[in-house]
């Protein structure tokens, strides 16, 4: 248990060194900016890529009512 205690000590004070050192940049604004931008560009990304299946099926469909055109709807 000691061990696991301990183990649990020296991750929380790295955490909060971390955290420290975070608060402590000049720079946060423009690192809060940035990850702001990165999370909208993923976000676009998701959206685009699940956009992209209804058009692939509008293109389908739209092979299929060619192809009954040119068979003249007997298909």
């Known amino acids: 248990m000691a061990g696991l205690a301990d183990l649990g000590v020296s991750t ?20 809060a900016r ?21 058009a692939h099926l509008e293109i389908l469909a739209q092979h299929v009512l060619a192809r009954r055109a040119a068979s003249g709807g007997d298909v």
């Open 34 to 54: 940035e990850a702001e931008q990165d999370l909208m560009a993923r976000g676009r990304l998701a959206l685009d890529r699940y956009a992209a299946a209804p």
């Open 12 to 31: 929380l004070s790295a955490v909060t060194g971390t955290l420290q050192g975070l608060l402590r940049r000049a720079d946060g604004p423009e690192l």
